[in-house]
């Protein structure tokens, strides 16, 4: 087994450099007046995190017979909207997190206004790099659009900022657990989802393969957000590289204080149990069934 996972650890760290290749290529220093604000879009988007999005797109293109490297320009778009998406939630209007990865927030390296406009740029830069000549032209321009519209509807109302609408409204209160299922599936899960789902349409896969790959993500996007508020209580702050208790000193609700820690981790083994049976749809599974598990008992 430790063999084995050694393999897999090496494909999601070649998935990772691609993709931070890719990033550091779309967002570039051009020697401009407002460089500053490319510097904090670089700052939050470059040199960290797990690239847990791009690798579950770039996967998924791959066991659906599709070509990844067609699919890698989609897999820096969704990365640069989650790292839009992290900034604007650290601000001191949202969550108010001073660390982020193990170095201090974009608004703390910067200021809040230039991380406000490096959260804006990512977004907007998300979707020029979606419809860019590189992106488009290894691709037909009916997946073109379904791929840009699938991530506009994740990236939107009905998907992050609409989980992050329900999280502000309940700040003080106690949301229910259908609620905060809800908060989640949207916040967190529409960006798992869409990073898998776009990975099947890149390759031009069965709407049942699509659709197989939807409830992976669902799943794996709930017991990952489940495990990373366990961390909050449980984890080494050094190794989180961002300060722990921080969701009880802010009062929020989360998964252990609705649940308690022991039916939290019955309830991340059941849902990663049901991600990895959604997989039955694909013949080349390994990968991401090791990853899934992966994710249960991760430490940061």
Not at 187 to 194: D, E, H, P, S, Y
Request: with cysteine; glycine share 10%; hydrophobic share 45%.
């Amino acid at each position: 087994m430790r063999g084995r996972w050694m393999k897999h650890k090496e494909r999601l760290a070649e998935y990772a450099g691609m993709v931070e290749a890719g990033l550091d290529r779309l967002l570039p220093l051009d020697g401009l007046r407002q460089d500053q604000v490319m510097e904090a879009m670089r700052y939050s988007a470059l040199g960290g995190g797990k690239r847990l999005r791009g690798a579950f797109m770039l996967e998924f293109c791959r066991i659906s017979g599709g070509d990844v490297q067609a699919a890698l320009p989609y897999a820096c778009a969704i990365e640069m909207i989650h790292a839009y998406s992290l900034i604007h939630d650290d601000l001191p209007c949202m969550d108010n997190d001073d660390m982020r990865r193990g170095k201090p927030s974009c608004h703390r390296a910067f200021d809040e206004a230039t991380a406000l406009l490096a959260g804006d740029g990512l977004l907007n830069r998300a979707f020029e790099t979606a419809v860019s000549e590189e992106a488009a032209g290894r691709l037909d321009a009916a997946r073109v659009l379904r791929l840009t519209r699938e991530l506009a509807g994740a990236a939107g109302f009905y998907g992050m900022i609409g989980g992050q609408c329900i999280d502000l409204a309940y700040d003080g209160r106690m949301p229910d657990l259908a609620t905060l299922n809800e908060l989640i599936a949207l916040k967190t899960g529409a960006l798992i989802r869409v990073a898998c789902r776009m990975g099947c349409i890149a390759a031009g896969a069965s709407e049942a393969q699509i659709a197989a790959a939807d409830t992976f993500a669902a799943r794996l996007g709930l017991a990952f957000q489940i495990r990373d508020d366990m961390l909050d209580v449980e984890g080494d702050a050094s190794v989180l590289g961002k300060a722990t208790h921080a969701d009880e000193r802010q009062g929020k609700t989360t998964y252990p204080a609705l649940l308690g820690m022991e039916a939290c981790r019955q309830e991340v083994d059941r849902l990663t149990g049901e991600a990895v049976e959604a997989l039955d749809q694909f013949a080349d599974r390994e990968f991401l069934t090791e990853l899934a598990w992966s994710l249960t008992s991760r430490l940061k």
